[in-house]
């Protein structure tokens, strides 16, 4: 989209919102054009209402989509150049907690919070909100990325889950490795 058609592109999405404000197709839409105009916080609202209102349409795989993207380019710019530390650290977590489990076990992690996953992680909202059936305590977005992110290293490394934590995960192995010897 060219970024001198937006302001046109964003009038038709809301016409045809007024007729059907829950058509997912507008909805996303008028979250692209938002985005494209650099109204970030606006076009995430309307991804999330595509993905609350279809959850198995393809334009709720869009949403979804666009939420990593922009969470990923947040992430990132917030990093700068350098592995963010809490990222580092909840990487080192599963590492650790990996370490002491059976492949089949972490792979249950992994699908679970993928599942939790279609829902939203926000990497950027640092309450501990979510909770997991296969393990105590409760999470943060981040958090569950990261256990995410490392398991699918172990797993099946070839394969991306949509968010680049590579330099955490990367920082973790070095101190993971450290600590195993040191003792």
Known sequence: MVVGQVAPAESHFRKALELDPRDPQALY??????????????AEVFYAQVIEIDPRSSAAELARKARRELAE???????????????????????????????????????????LGQRGLDPHDAAQKHQLLSQPGKYSGLHLLCLM???????????D?????????AAA???FKQRSEGN
């Not at 839409?29 to 606006?42: A, S």
């Not at 992110?149 to 394969?159: G, K, R, T, W």
């Not at 889950?161 to 995960?169: R, V």
């Open 173 to 175: 192995q070095r101190l």
């Open 29 to 42: 839409g008028l979250g692209h054009v938002l985005q494209t105009g650099g109204r970030i916080k606006e």
């Open 161 to 169: 889950i949509g968010f680049d934590l590579a330099q955490e995960y």
């Open 73 to 115: 380019a947040s992430f990132r710019a917030h990093a700068l150049t350098m592995p963010r530390p809490d990222a580092v650290m909840y990487c080192l977590d599963a590492l650790q907690r990996y370490a002491k489990m059976e492949p089949a076990e972490v792979q249950k992690i992994c699908m679970e919070i993928a599942v």
């Open 149 to 159: 992110y490392v398991a699918f290293q172990q797993l099946s490394p070839q394969d």
